[in-house]
C-alpha cells in the first residue's frame, strides 16, 4: 500500500515534524483522546489539517489543528486548534523560547491506496492541470475517465461528478464560461456540491441567491 | 426585539450590492474596518501570471489589511476596467475585495485564485 498525497514528497517524508508556535496555554489541560481522523468523504471541512501533539511546560496536549487555506504550517500562518486556543500572531519562535513544542502526528487527508491507484490518480491529475492551464476544453477527457455531466444551468454552468477515481469520494467538476471572454475554465469544487450555480457561488464566497442576483460580471 | 434585528441585517444584505469581475468579487459593506489602512493608487488586483490589472477609474481610495489590498470607497460613480473582462460600473460606496477560490480535490484544500 501506497500512501497517497498529492504533497511534496521531501515533505511528506517528514511525517512527524516540529514547528513553533506563538502563545501560551494559560492552563494545564487534561489529556484527552484524539478522535481518528475522518475519511476524506466524510470531512466536513477541507480546511482541516492534522491531529497534533502540543507539548509544554504543563505537559502534553493532543490537538486537533484547523488552518485557513494551506495544508503545511509554516511561519506566519494563521492557525487554529480546535480545542479553543487560538494563535493569530502566526507562527514564530517565540513558543520555543517558552519551552512548548507542537508535533504534527497524521494529517486528515493522507490515505492509503494501492499503488496502481495511486498512478492512476498521479495521471489524471497532471491531465487535469495540463488541460487547465491550456485553457483546453475537458469534455473529451473527463468522458474518458469515467465523469457525468450532473447538470448544465441557464447560466451556461456545469457540472460533472466523477465517481471512482479516490476510492470512497466521488469528486465534483465545475466547468464555466467566462461572461467577457467567453472562455471556457473548469475546476474541481467540493464534494458536497449539487448543482454547478451552487458550484460558482462557491467560488465566490456566495450564496446561490446571491450569485444569482449579482448586480454586473463580467 | 431581535427578530427586528435579523430583519434589518437581511434588509441591508439583500440591498448591498454585488459585482463580479473575473477572478474578483466586489462587496458593498456599511464600514471599511477602522485598521484598514490607505494605500495610494487605483489598482484594486494585479495578475501575477497574466501581469493584467483591476483598475479603478474615478475618484476612490483603496485601503490594505494584513498587507492586502481589501477594500476600497467610491467617492463617486466609477468604471473598473481589465484587459481582458468588459468594464463594470461602481456605484458610490464602500466596497470589501474578495478573491474567487478554488477547490484542490486531491489535496483536499481551498486556495485562492490569482490569475
Redesign the interface.
Known sequence: MTEY???DKSKMSRIIFEIDIEGIVSEKKELQLVDEPLP?SE?PD??WVCDAVLTDRFGTIPLTLWKR???DVQVGDYIRIESGHAWHGGVTKGYEELGGRLRIISR??SQRVSEETYDR?KRF?EEFYRLKENNVDPDLFLSQNGAKLVDASRRGNELYELPGL?PE?T??ILKYK????QQIYF?????YIERPDEGMA?????TEE?YE?????? | MWTIVRYMVQLCNDIM??????DL?IREVLEIPGPAVFVAGNVIAQGEKTGHHHVLNGFSKIFQMNGEIKYFEAKEDLTLT?Q??????IPVGKYVI?H?????????????VFD
Open positions: 498525497t498529492t504533497q476524506m470531512n477541507p480546511n487555506d494551506a495544508l486528515a487527508n490518480i491529475e479516490v469520494r469528486l465534483k467566462d461572461p467577457s471572454t475546476c474541481f469544487v467540493p464534494d462557491w467560488k465566490f464566497h456566495l446571491e442576483n449579482l448586480n454586473q460580471e463580467a | 450590492k454585488l459585482f463580479r469581475h473575473g468579487l481589465h481582458e473582462h468588459n468594464t463594470i460600473e474578495e474567487e477560490r478554488e477547490y484542490n480535490a486531491l489535496e483536499n484544500i481551498v486556495e485562492e
